[in-house]
């Protein structure tokens, strides 16, 4: 790890600062991180705890030519401001007032009011709590299949354990056995979906290995995404079909449409397999925690938040500025990128007692993993369905969970998750 | 005005300005004490207004979502009324505080190449947002204002700003117009929107019948809600499954009390938005103050966003 210097200089290389406050000269923290290298990528807390350290609630990271914001309060006032900072020109660095974008921007993640609200307004409709319980079962049926099957047919059985990878065997698994049918696809082709969303959070960063690598194969896969998201390609009772209903009663545009089929694709895969491997992780790191689970089944819930809190599976988003924005003492030029680092603020001492601890004492509420304000995961309800139907399975079969190897870490320049996770479960 | 202002009741809104806009017409321009963000809100919301003596009256937002840290609303007088509208403008003073639930919206404008807006009366205040959106996103509009008596009629600058796009018809003078006319045959992606009396509202679905059928939406200004007066009397919450009752002073929303009770409930925005904390409710009558339920999911009294809503009846009994 290189060591940073944080030195606090006048900053008088952003581009764009008008002559008018040449007098208010600010100074804002210069601190010389890369948020992206892969040491960063794979260890990010570190680097928070100097960003959240640095001596305003924003730094400019010359690596980029961004400014970023990591303490709580300020990623907050980031996240709920769509007025000051923009999600239109990319939530990644690349600034699409600027750089072609490299696929038809989202309607939902990549867009401002007024052109948001409608597609907004749709999906959170359709993926309301409320809409989801005619899942419940189906959702809580294939949970115990799974977990089962895994205690049944597991290749490493000792006497009292089984061996498994919960990645690829729990995590990877759960969500492409439910949500895919949820969404009405019924093609076949699933497996392009991991690699869509693993390729569509790398690039939200820079154009580094994690993006240059995969722009050969990437092709057939975003072409057969596109394939999914049509009509006609879609089961009638599903998310999908919901969706072609509300352009049918033109809340939406038939155009528009498939563009909100495709959010659920890549929105809804990666981020809850990441989610349910930080679930699980904590839990294995957590022995007693995971006890008391087992006896108060009603802390599933609290237990995923906190989870999220702790792991935030989506770091980082940026926003672009949309005139010359004052935080604190600093002017942000007009048209500017700004980092908001999610997994920071849900670790900011300033905010959180104890902030690296799993805690099941805690009240998460208020955790930003799922962001904030009008662009907040509209998908939220959906994550936790799938969690809590994967922790319920697992607490009545599973006695007791604890890592057989150390696991190792995934790589991408947005999301925060394991490669694999080596599990050995106790049956109850 | 007596209202406490403190963090935990954020549903607390001074009012910063009056302004008249017509001889029955007052705006009232609405703030918290800090100024802090308010619910984001988009055109066609409106906010249930709890009043000083417990009335609630909802009024749709009519200013500039732009402006994150204020609403507007537009109250016209009407005497003949509950009560709720008389006791705005005659006792409601700059530095006076009301509570607020919500913003809802039943009434979004769906995305189209053209509009049609026809307001009746005070209902032009939930056009202005519409109106101003359209002409944002460079689309084609017009705007049929319709009133009985032109000196009761708010907003019609409109009129002088867009000589083109703004008729406005007051009956007095003019007598009656026909509102199939004045809608011709629009561009084939036009939408809509009404908002006005019964009356106007009644005649629309005729004046627009050789549209497609998705094309009219309307809402009704009228307040024909229940005049359900909300308490601010302490009440008691029952959590059904621990078997614990936990004393509520009014005012207070439920997350609130059970915090102090050492109960937590997961919350995610506090606003009564994101749906997080929804709660089952096994018997009691919810006083609603959340931006998701309809009125019909209202009505059937089963359920509550606790992070903002609380209780209209003495007892309020959770599944918790
Ligand atoms: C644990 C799992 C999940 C996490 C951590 C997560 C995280 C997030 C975050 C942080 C945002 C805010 C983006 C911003 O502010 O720019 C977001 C937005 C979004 N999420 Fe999720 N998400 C998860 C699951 C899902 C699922 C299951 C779906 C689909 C069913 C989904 C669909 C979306 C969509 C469509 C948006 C864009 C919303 C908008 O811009 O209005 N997410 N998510």
């Known amino acids: 790890m290189t060591t940073n210097a944080v030195s606090k200089c006048p900053f008088t290389g952003a581009p764009d600062l008008a002559p008018a406050s040449h007098e208010q000269q600010v100074d804002v923290p210069v601190l010389l991180e890369d948020p992206f290298e892969e040491s960063n990528l794979a260890d990010p807390h570190p680097m928070h705890k100097r960003l959240r350290d640095a001596d305003a609630d924003v730094v400019y990271l010359p690596a980029y030519d961004i400014y970023a914001v990591a303490r709580y309060e300020a990623v907050l006032d980031t996240l709920e401001n769509w007025q000051d900072y923009s999600s239109a020109a990319g939530v990644g660095l690349s600034n699409f007032n600027k750089e072609e974008p490299w696929r038809t921007p989202s309607l939902l993640l990549e867009a401002d009011p007024p052109k948001h609200d409608a597609p907004r307004a749709t999906l959170e409709k359709i993926l309301g709590a409320r809409q989801l319980r005619r899942f419940q079962t189906d959702w809580t049926n294939t949970a115990h299949r799974l977990v089962d099957g895994l205690l049944t047919n597991a290749q490493h059985q000792t006497a009292r354990a089984i061996e498994l990878d919960a990645v690829t065997e729990i995590s990877e698994v759960y969500p492409l056995s439910v949500f895919p049918d949820a969404v009405g696809l019924q093609q076949g082709g699933l497996d392009n979906l991991l690699p869509y969303g693993n390729f569509a959070f790398n690039a939200f960063g820079p154009r580094n290995r994690l993006v240059t690598d995969e722009l050969d194969t990437i092709g057939p896969v975003m072409e057969w995404v596109g394939q999914q998201c049509p009509r006609d390609a879609l089961n009638p009772d599903s998310f999908g079909g919901d969706i072609w209903r509300a352009a049918d009663q033109r809340n939406i545009t038939e155009e528009q449409a498939p563009l909100i089929v495709r959010s659920l694709l890549t929105a809804g895969v990666d981020t809850t397999v990441y989610g349910i491997s930080a679930v699980l992780y904590h839990l294995a790191s957590n022995p007693e925690q995971y006890a008391r689970l087992r006896e108060q089944p009603q802390l599933v819930r609290r237990v995923f938040e906190e989870a999220l809190r702790l792991e935030s599976p989506v770091q980082t988003f940026f926003r672009t500025t949309t005139r010359k924005v004052q935080i604190g003492d600093t002017t942000l030029p007009e048209n500017q990128k700004i980092l908001m680092f999610l997994g920071a603020a849900n670790r900011d001492p300033r905010r959180w007692d104890n902030a690296d601890d799993f805690d099941l004492d805690r009240d998460p509420s208020g955790h930003l993993a799922f962001g904030s304000g009008a662009h907040q995961c509209v998908g939220q309800h959906v994550a936790r369905l799938e969690a809590s139907c994967v922790l319920d399975a697992l607490i009545e079969r599973v006695e007791g969970i604890e890592f057989a190897a150390p696991p190792v870490r995934k790589i991408n320049n947005t999301l925060l998750g394991w490669h694999s996770l080596p599990l050995r479960f106790i049956p109850a | ?320």
């Open chain 2, 1 to 320: 005005m007596t209202a406490v202002d403190n963090a935990s009741n954020s549903d607390q809104l001074v009012v910063t300005q009056r302004l008249d806009r017509s001889t029955s017409v007052t705006e009232f321009v609405l703030e918290r004490r800090d100024r802090r963000r308010l619910p984001d809100w988009a055109p066609g919301a409106h906010i249930d207004v709890v009043l000083p003596s417990g009335k609630i009256r909802q009024y749709s937002l009519c200013g500039d979502r732009w402006a994150p840290h204020q609403y507007r609303i537009a109250v016209q007088r009407d005497d003949l009324g509950g009560g709720g509208s008389v006791e705005l403008h005659t006792e409601l003073k700059p530095g006076d505080t009301i509570s607020f639930g919500g913003p809802r919206n039943n009434f979004r404008l769906a995305p189209a190449q053209s509009y049609r807006f026809i307001a009746g009366g005070i209902g032009i205040s939930a056009l202005l947002p519409m109106i101003a959106q359209a002409n944002l996103l460079g689309l084609e509009w017009q705007l049929l204002y319709l009133g009985r008596n032109l000196e009761r009629m708010a907003y019609q600058e409109l009129q002088e700003r867009y000589p083109e796009r703004v008729t406005v018809h007051a009956s007095q003078n003019a007598g009656r117009i026909s509102i199939r006319e004045w809608l011709g045959s629009p561009p084939d992606d036009t939408m809509v929107y009404a908002c006005g009396p019964e009356s106007l509202l009644e005649a629309l679905p005729e004046a627009c019948s050789d549209l497609p059928e998705t094309t009219l939406r309307t809402e009704r200004f009228t307040n024909t809600m229940a005049d359900a007066i909300v308490s601010s009397e302490p009440y008691e919450i029952k959590l059904q499954r621990s078997g614990r009752v936990v004393e509520a002073p009014g005012n207070t929303s439920v997350v609130d009390v059970l915090a102090n009770a050492g109960v937590d409930v997961i919350t995610s925005c506090s606003q009564g938005v994101c749906g997080t904390c929804e709660v089952d409710v096994l018997a009691g009558e919810i006083d609603h103050r959340d931006a998701i339920l309809d009125d019909d999911e209202r009505a059937t009294n089963t359920c509550m966003f606790p992070c903002v809503s609380r209780s209209l009846s003495e007892r309020l009994v959770l599944d918790l």
